[in-house]
């Protein structure tokens, strides 16, 4: 009793008894935060042990600091440093459960442009359970107050503080010693945040991921024109023909890109209740004259849809860390589909988005994608029941987009961005036309809702189309940008998918989304090709007849009969139709069967495609962070001078509603087709 008592005054009455008194409650929430809000997959005793592990030794190095100050300011930087941590870690709750991922420092410094739209959304994103995270911070504060906890006056030998840090660096040094030991190369090779976190703790990915963002400022300094041409040969080396039969059949329509938010490919012909809930989609899906790719998969990482976006205009992957639109859409130098058409072939390009121009850096970006106009929010009409979410319902904004598609001068190369189907999935009860689903996941049981919503939003767009004769002109790409449902909905996932268990086996086939291309006369059905994001750019060119002589594009022609059909992951998964690497073991593609007693053809194979995996990610990587493309362009085409665009909504008007002999207005004989569109939207109903 008496040794708890001396115990308990020392925790209470010495500065050091107060650090570790800190120190451990931080420690312990933090290892319980990991077991319950984030899903880092640790298995086996070694894994478990790192992760009970790995928030001490941060913790003590960074908290001990207070050790070297004496009186109440010792006690305040301990505090400070204490909420600082937690903010971090607490932040890193709400953005994982959106988005599966961790907060980078990329994504930070581009924070305000995103400030916006998840602000919108942190209503659905945060529970009561989240704050539990400041409730250590709450009782020493409580203590303090109170004053169970006494202020120590006078400040600790040196030697003291000295020996806190030095066993805190030897605990680090161990936990690197046991990680890299389970899980060798584990910060030159891991290209996914979780194994950083599960392995080294959520402080120690702050240092390494602030690292790798300064080591890609210096590499940008440094990189020159012999990167660009290392770059080309490895792409030389690695080209495959395009399908000749398919070259050009396109040639001079209209393009029309439709970008569906978080639309997975399970929804195609998903019945829910005995209902469609994509009955439009369905149909275009299946239609003769659409090539639709039933195993194409979405490859975005941290940028979620600017990682889309990033490769379709350029064959280019996302990056490992952060948005590549976000963090070098305004500085770095692009060979852009818009800018390809534009320069080839007189093509009008345009993005037509019912969200703030500034999320995703869009309106820098797509200066240096050489797009001709970007309409956006500030274009748009918007009432209170108008928006929801990230944008302007999709219905709504379609109708208005109208009165801009028509001013296009044709052929126009059009991406159309919606913006509806987007979590927490909520939709208002007088667009709701189907009922949710009853998985018990709340986050997951609107999903049907929105995407019906969408669909029916598809639908009338695709009615309108018709009735202008658009649609006889106009080559339409629809594809899915990301998942909707994150692997951290695995219950509710099997629910919907009528399965038993859903395994990270499942979640990976689970990131299949559409891609549909569709136009009158061409020579559809439905492909059983691998391949994802990264290949729709050189795809489409061939369908065009555009030259892609000499353009660095990482993606292959989905319709060639040479397409390697390995489909990279942006943490450096894959999926084949033989095989599938997730969290680093292998499966058997077609059966799903865990492979672990490899023939040496199995091992040989494996090995050749996690090399080319790891090189294209990273020789992708260079190429954005060097800017390596301002060392090279082909002959053929002209660089793009972002200054030479204006988004302003005075100058876009002014020359989007100047006479254009080729529009479908001046083809209408200066007649509006607004009255074309026909749409149910219950807010436009007089």
Request: glycine fraction near 8%.
């Amino acid at each position: 009793m008496l040794r708890i008592k001396r115990g308990s005054h020392w925790l209470t009455h010495t500065r050091l008894g107060f650090l570790l008194l800190v120190v451990g409650l931080f420690w312990l929430k933090t290892y319980i935060i990991y077991q319950t809000k984030f899903t880092l997959g640790a298995t086996g005793p070694m894994q478990q042990v790192l992760l009970f592990l790995n928030p001490l030794p941060s913790a003590l190095l960074l908290l001990g600091a207070g050790l070297f100050f004496k009186g109440r300011k010792a006690y305040w930087i301990t505090l400070i440093i204490d909420f600082a941590l937690t903010f971090w870690l607490f932040s890193n709750i709400l953005y994982y459960r959106e988005f599966s991922n961790f907060l980078s420092i990329s994504i930070i410094k581009t924070s305000g442009s995103a400030a916006d739209n998840l602000g919108k959304s942190i209503a659905g994103i945060i529970l009561p359970t989240d704050f539990l995270a400041f409730a250590d911070l709450a009782m020493i504060a409580l203590l303090l107050g109170f004053k169970v906890i006494k202020l120590q006056p006078h400040r600790d030998r040196f030697r003291i503080g000295v020996l806190v840090e030095a066993i805190a660096i030897a605990l680090l040094g161990l936990n690197l010693g046991l990680a890299n030991n389970d899980r060798s190369g584990l910060l030159t090779r891991v290209f996914d945040n979780n194994y950083l976190v599960k392995y080294l703790g959520i402080n120690v990915y702050a240092v390494v991921d602030g690292f790798k963002t300064a080591q890609a400022s210096a590499q940008m300094a440094k990189a020159n024109s012999s990167d660009i041409r290392s770059v080309r040969r490895y792409l030389r080396a690695n080209a495959v023909a395009p399908n000749k039969a398919y070259h050009g059949v396109a040639k001079g329509k209209n393009v029309l890109i439709i970008h569906l938010e978080s639309f997975q490919q399970f929804l195609i012909d998903y019945k829910w209740q005995g209902k469609e809930v994509t009955p439009n989609l369905n149909k275009l899906y299946h239609a003769k004259h659409t090539l639709s790719f039933a195993n194409f998969f979405n490859q975005v990482g941290q940028g979620k849809t600017s990682d889309a976006e990033m490769m379709l205009e350029n064959s280019l992957f996302g990056l490992q860390s952060g948005s590549a639109m976000s963090s070098y859409g305004t500085t770095n130098t692009f060979q852009s589909a818009p800018a390809i058409l534009s320069q080839q072939a007189g093509y009008t390009t345009a993005v037509m988005h019912g969200g703030a121009g500034s999320f995703w850096n869009r309106n820098n970006a797509y200066k240096s994608f050489g797009y001709h106009y970007f309409l956006s929010l500030d274009d748009y009409v918007n009432k209170p029941n108008y928006y929801i979410g990230y944008g302007l319902k999709d219905k709504i904004f379609f109708k208005q987009s109208v009165e801009y598609l028509e001013r296009l001068p044709q052929p126009f190369y059009l991406k159309m961005i919606t913006v509806t189907n987007h979590y927490p999935y909520q939709l208002d009860l007088k667009n709701q036309t189907i009922s949710k689903t009853k998985t018990g996941d709340a986050t997951v049981d609107g999903y049907v809702q929105t995407a019906h919503y969408l669909d029916q939003a598809i639908g009338e767009l695709l009615a309108y189309l018709k009735r202008t004769g658009l649609m006889k002109r106009t080559l339409l790409v629809l594809y899915g940008d990301h998942y909707g449902i994150s692997g951290n909905h695995h219950e509710a996932s099997a629910q919907l998918l009528h399965q038993k268990a859903f395994t990270d086996f499942d979640n990976l086939q689970f990131q299949r989304v559409p891609l549909m291309i569709h136009a009158n006369g061409l020579k559809g059905g439905i492909k059983s090709t691998y391949g994802g994001e990264i290949d729709v750019l050189p795809t489409l060119l061939n369908l065009l007849g555009i030259r892609q002589t000499g353009l660095v594009q990482f993606g292959h022609d989905l319709l060639s009969h040479d397409a390697p059909q390995i489909v990279a992951q942006r943490n450096g998964d894959f999926i084949t139709p033989q095989y599938s690497k997730v969290v680093g073991d292998y499966y058997d593609t077609k059966t799903g069967r865990k492979l672990q007693n490899f023939s040496r053809t199995q091992k040989k194979d494996i090995s050749v495609i996690n090399n080319k995996v790891t090189t294209e990610l990273a020789l992708s990587d260079r190429v954005i962070q060097g800017n390596l493309l301002r060392f090279y362009r082909p002959n053929w085409f002209q660089r793009v001078k972002p200054a030479d665009y204006d988004y302003n909504r005075q100058v876009q008007m002014r020359q989007l509603f100047a006479k254009h002999p080729t529009s479908l207005y001046a083809q209408r004989h200066d007649k509006s087709s607004q009255n074309l569109f026909k749409t149910d939207a219950p807010e436009l109903k007089k």
